[in-house]
């Protein structure tokens, strides 16, 4: 079992950056593949970033946002810059126990609680 905790969720004004953080409890941090989902009020979650050898990113944050992790700390990071309104949602942070690139929340097993990402104009 892993449980996620996500933090750095804020109120940002367009431009300005925020760095989320996912910090994962369990003993194999490394194996697993990490992403980064958002879900914006009354639209469906959508992917943003994945890590495992290398990243991969959504079209609508890719130039803008770097996803990252170290396993000595069992975390996964979240740097987003050039923040626009349209990136206000709940940010997810997922763990997938087969290693590797996924863009889907059906390949991740766990999940954790969200936090909040406001953008203002």
């Known amino acids: 079992q892993v449980q996620l905790v996500e933090s750095g969720g804020g109120l940002v004004q367009a431009g300005g950056s925020l760095k989320l953080s996912c910090a994962a409890s369990g003993r194999t941090f490394s194996n697993y593949a990490m992403g980064w989902f958002r879900q914006a009020p009354g639209k469906e979650r959508e992917f943003v970033a994945a890590i495992s050898w290398s990243a991969s990113y959504a079209d609508s944050v890719k130039g803008r946002f770097t996803i990252s992790r170290d396993n000595a700390k069992s975390t996964v990071y979240l740097q987003m810059n050039s923040l626009k309104p349209e990136d206000t949602a709940v940010y997810y942070c997922?763990?997938?126990?087969?290693?590797?690139?996924?863009?889907?929340?059906?390949?991740?097993?766990?999940w954790g609680q969200g936090t909040q990402v406001t953008v203002s104009s």
């Open positions: 997922a763990a997938g126990r087969s290693y590797g690139l996924y863009k889907r929340g059906e390949d991740y097993n766990y």
